[in-house]
């Protein structure tokens, strides 16, 4: 995978159903507008709220519709349930797959090496790995991606750190391998391509698909000067759909472009009429 | 539910299968040391691990043989999921059900309080709320316990924050209401039976449980020093099959001892010589 | 020490210098109240925010007035400092210097170890360990701990992490030495005598001496259930004086009861109207 | 303040003393290197460890050897030392102040704000913010920065959180500002300044003054991605001298190119031999 990567949230009707129309609907927009690949079941899919039976329905559609790569999440917190979402996956109509660090409890580096190892020796599609410390409080070590990285069926990594360091230093580390690195934080896109990033994952896509992409094209073309200035003027909406107001600020901003988000599953709540003005005001002075 | 309850570990054979026989063993061998209630699919089952059906198994193996009252685990990340998994487990047999905070995604204490009300108003058994911020993030805040304490389904909390602070809060604020306060730090059991809990659900008593047991009689015979003490006896063998070592290292123990503890799932490793010949010493001290 | 020990507050007038009669009078009301032991240039005392001149001055004040013991906090980041520091304690009168572990800077267990040997090698006066994560991120290790108090130059600890199990492996693994555990957290002091701490230096002493002062008189008469049952109604309490609303919320509940509590220095600032209102509500209720 | 500028360490002899010749000597040598500002007394200065009498006589050695301006570090917990060794370091020759976030205790943003406001309308020289959480635990909110840079005598800030999201929104919410954002962590230099930062303070730089100078020549010079290439080479070298091993390991680091750097003063420990030779090759292997 390289470019511009969307991890699609998945729309819920009012009873807090799958919108399967909707989610079509919505991988024809946003590829329409320009993402390089699509990325079903990943956080922002609500994926650990889904059963799996609904996220390879998820796979399934999204596989079906789109004309990009499909990078399927299908990590969970156990080994076994992985790999029978990771097969689901594959069998859906996923291209590879993207696998979370094993989350609720918390393994060491040795432990979590294995564990990809093992995914990657049995699993049909290549894996990627995908540290979120945010959600997991777990950071691959870029020593630990290292290893993995020479591993045939081991295609990359999504690194939502937001921690540039780390990310150069994974770069550095994998350099002589076949292997990608995908940004996963908005805000450092354009700074994450300027040291050797292959892509990026972002939430801020589903929002914007067609700025996401360009600052990817913009890049590639060589203007890294804008680029930059484009990912800059996103940085405060970057926030708002992210770490301000989460996966419901992320769908209240996509719906204030007529984007068709639908609504969110509980646990989660809607953000309130407030926010929802200052994010459309927030998507409206994007550029 | 109040006294002594057991987080039963899930034994598996060497090929990760659930050896239900060994299930079945282990509830007898822990309900013949006088546990008072077992607790099927709680973090130290390595639920996260199983599978939705697999849990309702597991639940239904240890109904079927407990001739104590059973607090069935059933909390996943997302409502839906752990309203299924809390009538399965209702069906299975289950008593009540212990619903840990939603996980992976972090949400507020308003969302939460919310969570808690839905699964309370619709569940066909008690719902206790579960406070677990070594693997949450989350705790549950006194307060919002408060709020829900009060509702007839919402039968009590189990806190394993450790901090007694906290405990002490919670049983002062729920102090009018029918709802249990059970400990989940096996070193604060005395003191937060001292301090008003109703009783405490604790890894430790996997491996020792007629020790955990005592503890409990000798604060309700009135013996709070000799409660006090057998505890604090039993602390760093509670750290290591805890904090230091994990679910590896407290069935390890389990097994220095010839209780049916099995072997764990991945992503978990089990514990190396050098900490097995640890363990068995610490629970050949204990007491 | 042992008993109930008290963090003065420095009063400082409204330019912001020490108030030398009113920190006199402090003493005085204070020891009247029943303290055991008085502890000036704590944490409460604001003595970062003090020159090393003024918190000799400070000691000397409280020396000269106080008839029980005088801790005097004596720890800075540095071990040269620290060293004078307490060397001009004890030249003022200081029975025993705490010194915190050393701040801004992180160090491992060996170089705290290293520290405070040597300091107890050349202090005049016997060392108290000083562990406070919330402040210094780092807390003291119960091995460390060990290890340093059987030199016979080093007195005790005060502990204020709030952590009963680190509490009760101190004194498990102090048992055997002449050395005293002080439990720093107001909300678990009558738990922590019954755990065998020897006594308490709490923040919340100044506001309600005569109360921090029975809860060790109660335990000490037998009567543990009344110690903590008073403890537990003063919890809602110090946590307003400490974790809520911090020194600014301790002086001015302090204030309420017409103690001589005075200003706060720079950077803090004081509490408002509503906070004092509330805080004025709560020690009226204190008992 | 713009471009490279260098947190000088501060030599100490084997009894620990200030070793005013190596310290003139070390000014010599950066200087001579191209960088372009001196930082005395910052935290790799190990000024937390230092008397303020010492203080203000390395801002003096400093400021009367160096033909490159000069930011004397003067950020004390409390206001009023604060402000007494910035004037102090006014009266010794420094340009302007950095003054780091009061620490021991944490403090509000507001309570920030008002702190440095104060501290600018005081001081005889610019005052500069310096956000360090790593020792501090306190970061600098960017609107937090926002309100403080247009305060006539508020220079700018060094950031060192390592977090380029939050330099960016820096530099975009203090851009109409005559305001200096100077990047405070070694790794991110080169994609500091392409994100619009006007320089930066590493402590790097005293091991590798040519390089972290070269870093920014290269980048005004226009070679961007020649910038970002000398900086990823970097950045395992950056690491060991920061997070990994610290100032102790900075200095070793330093001596091994025959930097006039000194010992540390405790609680600071050296490193052991095998550091002291791995920092060794790092630094040979340096560009």
Same mark, same amino acid.
């Given at each position: 995978?390289?470019?511009t990567?969307l991890?699609?949230v998945?729309?819920f009707d009012?009873?807090?159903?799958?919108?399967e129309p909707?989610?079509?609907?919505?991988?024809?927009r946003?590829?329409?507008? %320009?993402?390089?690949f699509v990325v079903?079941?990943?956080?922002?899919?609500?994926a650990?709220?889904?059963?799996?039976?609904?996220?390879?329905r998820?796979?399934?559609v999204?596989?079906d519709?789109s004309?990009v790569p499909v990078?399927? %999440?299908?990590?969970?917190?156990?080994?076994?349930e992985?790999?029978?979402?990771?097969?689901?996956?594959?069998?859906?109509?996923?291209?590879?797959?993207?696998?979370?660090?094993?989350?609720?409890f918390?393994?060491?580096?040795?432990?979590?090496?294995?564990?990809?190892?093992?995914?990657a020796d049995?699993?049909?599609?290549?894996?990627?790995l995908?540290s979120v410390?945010k959600?997991?409080?777990t950071p691959?070590?870029?020593?630990t991606v290292?290893?993995?990285?020479t591993?045939?069926?081991v295609g990359g990594?999504k690194?939502?750190?937001?921690n540039?360091?780390?990310?150069q230093r994974?770069?550095?580390?994998?350099?002589?391998?076949?292997?990608?690195?995908?940004?996963g934080s908005?805000?450092i896109?354009a700074?994450?391509?300027?040291? !050797?990033a292959? !892509? !990026?994952?972002?939430?801020?896509?589903?929002?914007?698909?067609?700025?996401?992409s360009?600052?990817?094209?913009r890049?590639t073309?060589?203007?890294?000067?804008?680029?930059?200035?484009?990912n800059r003027?996103?940085?405060?909406?970057n926030?708002?759909?992210?770490?301000?107001y %989460?996966?419901?600020?992320l769908?209240?901003a996509?719906?204030?472009?007529?984007?068709?988000?639908g609504?969110?599953?509980?646990?989660f709540?809607?953000v309130?009429?407030?926010t929802?003005?200052?994010?459309?005001?927030?998507?409206?002075?994007?550029r």
């Open positions: 995978m390289e470019g990567g991890p699609l998945t729309p009012e009873t807090g159903e799958i919108d909707a989610l079509s609907d919505l991988v024809d946003v590829t329409d507008a %320009g993402v390089d079903p079941c990943g956080s922002n899919s609500e650990p709220l889904l059963t799996a039976t609904e996220r390879r998820v796979v399934e999204v596989a519709r004309d990078l399927a %999440g299908t990590g969970q917190p156990g080994y076994r992985t790999l029978a979402d990771t097969e689901a996956a594959a069998a859906a109509g996923a291209d590879a797959a993207l696998v979370v660090t094993p989350y609720y918390r393994h060491d580096q040795a432990a979590l090496a294995s564990y990809y190892r093992g995914l049995e699993s049909p599609i290549p894996i990627f995908y410390p959600y997991t409080e691959l070590d870029p020593r290292e290893a993995l990285s591993h045939p069926n990594i690194d939502s750190s937001g540039l360091e780390r990310l994974t770069v550095s580390l994998t350099g002589d391998a076949d292997f990608s690195v995908l940004v908005g805000s896109y700074a994450g391509l300027d040291h !050797g292959d !892509g !990026g994952v972002l939430a801020l896509a589903n929002v914007v698909p067609e700025l996401a360009e600052i990817y094209d890049h073309d060589g203007d890294t000067d804008g680029a930059r200035d484009l003027s996103l940085v405060e909406l926030r708002a759909v992210t770490a301000r %989460g996966i419901p600020g769908k209240a996509m719906r204030s472009r007529s984007l068709p988000a609504h969110v599953r509980r646990p709540q809607p309130d009429d407030a929802t003005t200052e994010l459309a005001e927030l998507v409206r002075a994007a």
